[in-house]
């Protein structure tokens, strides 16, 4: 194809569907702002409504006011917006702010032309602003960046369709997360966000900010990034109204009376009462704007009720000598700051770090939510990457003129609901996390519906008819069911979802001991391990597996496919069996890669990975858990936010381990430990030559509480004779590395010896990583899904994997974090990684950064594993499957480079698609990889080419042209640079630099 037949510039109508709104509609002004006074000092009232996208109830039950009616359980939000546009409508003063896009969606669903057009008219003049804009506001601790752009991207989808271009967020809303990361704030910042407001950040940075004025400020949000500032705020206190002045139906305040007549009128005296709180809050910010807000947990559900009395109140105001007082938003709040800042060649303060972990008294911290519901952050994490693979599928399957994008949608949702600061965090109450469970599985199973017919489209021979493989997943095997492999045939379908070859070892339950595996290269090497515990607990109509299948499958094409027919032989058995001890030797894997335990004990000694070896440890440990009244600070418990033990040491689990075995197999050796009935583990080495790394599967469960105290476990790696210095690395949403530094702070101080553990906990969404700088080493442990970590001594990476409490504590669950599964403690089964390099890459290999990035790629994004049952009529022989179907199928024509990844290839609107393209290192980590990167889209897809595409903002919902020609805000004197443009000349090379990520809406034509 020449590229220069390729239309660089689409039109808008090509990102935004028409608005279904009258040709009649007012002209649009987007922010209408109240003026504000010089000499005065302005008082930005914000009226919003804080709606959990579940927390105590359902989605459902707080969209349609079911469930349990006690205090803010009450609430409904889909009256709040209704009556919160009835209340703007006649009354264009007012103002009211809209967050969460998957209430919204609910409500526009059920609204008639009518009353959508008024919805329309009041974004367009100003008086309803849509903030934020994601389907959920999301956690920061335990949110993977992946899951965040999606959210988004739905979200503003939704919102363009229906409102159009005022309804594009340009602010961020995130005053109820607890704790806010830098990565969170570099996303906004690319989604085009002109600022950001926050809420929980730690009580003495705030209470320092407030004496500085300093809550106001700018946010360096990336080391790696051009314009990486974005302006942020605060409220002086918490978001919801002032004491006093809560208005709502579900606040007990007096109304205010303006009648002078009256003998209850009180006016003045609630004028007077709100300026002084006033005159307090005048200190804690950089300009003379105050960021006042008006509402709280589920507020306005009866509007009307709010807005007469803010009215009146702003009216007792109008010729106030120091206070100026009017409704407005966010945004207006924000050019209002800029304006003053601006005009007087002001400078705010900055920060380059984060807000974790946040603390609200001196022994709260919490960091507790960091690992609870581990369960819940993983099953998260699966569907999340199921919805990266069913999107390509779906994407390709578009291609070949079969549309099954609505197949997406229900998951699209349900992953984005789950980014929710009450649900992946695991704050919520069982209730709704057994719904938040329901609506993944939901989404799960209408995104794989089609995957059959998809997948037998890419594979079928050109003589076959229509095949339907009828895929399916298996998401029990992790207790080792999976009704599909303990078949005697049966197929297995491998899907990359990465942009390069990738080699994965699949892993599935059955009941044989010998087979035949048939894939695209002939038969394949496979080994049968015995699984790793009886899983008797275990209560489903198929009883578990005790053996576990294992093969490799190798080169997978990237965004490609490998088909694997299995069937079940009398050959002689691949069965490894577990053998006690170590059968005489204490090393397992190869000379490149492998692990030596002790015989005698049944602990890891050493690993060594690339031919050198490290002195390491691993064990599991216990911290109790506070089972305190919280009647004050000092007698917080530990529960769902709060991570509080008793003592400063963790107890190990056991002395001495109960039991351990071993195999050897041919693609992997096994040790098992058995430590008691509520820890096992294997330690397991691959023997490819790229397995450098020692994968720990472990499995936890049924805590058993100590002294009517809670359990709190915990996996501890000790490497000997290595000195970080206190000195530790954790990632930031799974994106760049945050420097730690043990009972330290950057902006404030604080006493470590009140919470010495805790205090110094963090979030690990992927990664944690020591070095020794003497000894030029690192050390890096991966994991599955979110946890909190530490390193409370040199040498020492700590990561803690399940919590089971006894008390609440106190921060609004009313309900213990206690989770269980067929009447037991509820079981947790996951996977670490451990690496290990030199910091300055000695070859011209990997660097060890790179290396944990590209592992990093591969473990978090697994290949999507699909079975068919090959017992049927149409597959019950290989012969026949042969005749139907290739064994493989490359969805790009060639690998992009280790330090690229085609981050988002999905079916958008009409005939469109997304693309989105990342460069996954950051500076300085490779001398090589962490360079500028050059790609090449030109015959780079199996089956079509690129015919027009326009790249927008990282949301795709703004053409990158139009934002660039955006006037933005300065501050601090530095003027923003145009983002990287499509060179004209060459529209299909694209250019990435470190931690670039780069959003392309395309069209395509079938080859």
Request: contains cysteine; negative net charge.
């Amino acid at each position: 194809m020449d590229h220069r037949t390729v239309l660089v510039v689409l039109s808008l109508n090509f990102l935004v569907a028409a608005v279904p709104v009258r040709r009649d509609s007012k002209a649009a002004t987007c922010n209408a702002c109240h003026p504000t006074v010089e000499g005065k000092i302005n008082v930005h009232l914000i009226p919003h409504s804080h709606d959990d996208v579940g927390w105590l109830k359902t989605v459902d039950q707080y969209y349609y006011g079911s469930g349990v009616f006690t205090s803010y359980e009450t609430a409904g939000v889909q009256y709040i917006i209704s009556s919160a546009v009835d209340a703007l409508r006649s009354h264009p003063d007012r103002r009211f702010i809209q967050v969460e896009t998957a209430f919204f969606w609910k409500w526009w669903r059920n609204q008639n032309d009518a009353v959508r057009q008024d919805v329309v008219d009041l974004v367009n003049n100003g008086q309803l602003e849509i903030i934020n804009g994601a389907w959920s506001m999301n956690d920061e601790a335990a949110s993977h960046y992946r899951s965040t752009i999606d959210q988004f991207t739905w979200g503003f989808r939704f919102l363009n369709d229906t409102l159009g271009e005022c309804g594009r967020p340009k602010i961020g809303w995130q005053i109820d997360p607890f704790g806010h990361s830098r990565e969170h704030a570099s996303l906004l910042n690319q989604l085009g966000f002109q600022g950001l407001i926050i809420g929980r950040i730690d009580f003495r940075d705030k209470e320092k900010r407030r004496a500085n004025g300093n809550l106001d400020f700018l946010w360096r949000a990336s080391d790696n990034l051009d314009n990486p500032n974005l302006f942020t705020s605060m409220f002086p206190d918490f978001y919801v109204s002032e004491p006093g002045f809560c208005f709502d139906m579900i606040c007990n305040e007096r109304p205010i009376n303006d009648d002078e007549e009256s003998p209850d009128y009180n006016l003045k005296q609630k004028v007077d009462q709100f300026a002084q709180r006033m005159d307090t809050y005048i200190y804690y910010y950089s300009t003379s704007n105050l960021l006042i807000p008006m509402g709280g947990d589920f507020n306005y559900q009866a509007s009307e009720i709010n807005f007469s009395n803010l009215d009146k109140l702003i009216k007792g105001f109008k010729n106030h000598t120091k206070y100026n007082v009017f409704y407005s938003t966010p945004s207006c709040y924000i050019q209002a700051v800029n304006n003053e800042i601006s005009k007087n060649s002001m400078k705010l303060t900055t920060k380059s770090d984060d807000f974790f972990p946040y603390a609200s008294d001196q022994h709260a911290f919490w960091t507790g939510y960091f690992t609870s519901r581990p369960t819940s952050k993983r099953y998260e994490r699966q569907g999340s990457g199921v919805l990266q693979s069913a999107k390509q599928l779906a994407a390709f399957s578009k291609t070949f003129g079969k549309d099954v994008d609505e197949s997406l949608n229900e998951l699209r949702a349900a992953i984005g609901i789950m980014q929710h600061h009450d649900a992946i965090t695991g704050t919520e109450k069982q209730a709704v996390a057994d719904d938040y469970a329901r609506l993944v599985s939901k989404g799960l199973a209408k995104a794989e519906a089609p995957a059959g017919r998809v997948v037998g489209t890419l594979l079928k021979k050109e003589s076959a008819a229509e095949v339907d493989l009828a895929l399916s997943t298996c998401l029990l095997s992790n207790v080792s069911i999976c009704l599909t492999s303990q078949k005697d045939k049966f197929m297995v379908v491998v899907q990359n979802p990465l942009s390069r070859l990738i080699t994965h070892y699949v892993r599935l339950p059955v009941d044989g001991t010998s087979y035949r595996i048939t894939g695209p290269d002939g038969e394949e090497v496979y080994d049968v391990f015995d699984t790793i515990h009886s899983f008797d607990y275990v209560q489903e109509q198929v009883v578990p597996s005790s053996k576990e299948l294992v093969f490799a499958a190798r080169n997978v094409p990237p965004l490609g496919i490998k088909l694997y027919y299995v069937e079940k032989t009398d050959a002689a058995s691949s069965y490894k069996p577990f053998k006690s001890g170590t059968s005489g030797d204490d090393y397992f894997g190869t000379e490149m890669n492998g692990f030596t335990v002790d015989g005698s004990t049944g602990r890891l000694s050493s690993v060594t990975l690339r031919g050198g070896t490290l002195g390491i440890t691993q064990d599991f440990l216990y911290y109790t858990g506070s089972n305190g009244n919280n009647g004050g600070a000092e007698n917080r418990a530990s529960g769902a936010y709060i991570f509080k033990p008793t003592k400063i040491e963790a107890v190990p689990i056991v002395t001495n381990i109960s039991d351990f075995k071993s195999a050897r197999g041919n693609l992997c050796d096994e040790f098992i430990q058995v430590l008691n009935n509520e820890v096992s583990q294997i330690i397991r080495v691959y023997k490819g030559d790229d397995d450098a790394y020692i994968e720990f599967d472990w499995l936890v469960g049924n805590l058993q509480f100590i002294d009517q105290k809670g359990k709190e476990v915990i996996t501890r790696f000790m490497v000997s004779d290595f000195s970080n210095d206190g000195v530790f690395c954790t990632d930031s949403n799974g994106r760049e590395q945050i420097r730690r530094q043990l009972n330290t702070r950057s902006d404030y101080e604080y006493d470590p010896s009140e919470e010495p553990v805790s205090s110094n906990y963090y979030p690990v969404t992927t990664k944690m990583v020591i070095k020794d700088l003497q000894k030029g080493l690192e050390v890096a442990v991966l994991n599955d899904r979110a946890q909190g970590g530490t390193s409370l001594h040199d040498g020492d990476i700590e990561l803690m994997v399940h919590r089971r409490c006894t008390r609440d504590d106190a921060f609004g669950v009313h309900e213990i974090l206690s989770e269980k599964q067929y009447d037991v403690g509820l079981y947790v089964r996951g996977q670490h990684y451990l690496t290990f390099g030199t910091i300055e890459s000695t070859t011209d290999d990997l660097s060890t950064a790179a290396f944990e990035r590209e592992l990093a790629q591969r473990k978090l994004l697994t290949p999507w594993i699909l079975l068919s049952d090959a017992t049927t009529t149409s597959f019950n022989s290989l012969d026949k499957v042969q005749n139907l179907v290739n064994f493989q199928f490359a969805g790009l024509t060639r690998s992009l480079p280790v330090n690229v990844q085609l981050l988002t290839f999905e079916p958008w609107k009409d005939d469109s698609h997304i693309l989105r393209f990342e460069h996954i290192l950051e500076k300085d980590e490779d001398p090589v990889l962490s360079r500028r990167v050059m790609i090449n889209l030109e015959n780079l897809f199996t089956g079509f080419d690129v015919i027009e595409l326009a790249e927008t903002t990282l949301g795709a919902n703004q053409l990158l042209d139009d934002y660039n020609n955006e006037e933005k805000l300065i501050w601090n004197g530095i003027i923003p640079t145009p983002l990287a443009r499509l060179d004209s000349a060459n529209p299909l090379q694209i250019e990435l630099g470190p931690m670039q990520i780069r959003t392309f809406i395309v069209k395509v034509a079938k080859k």
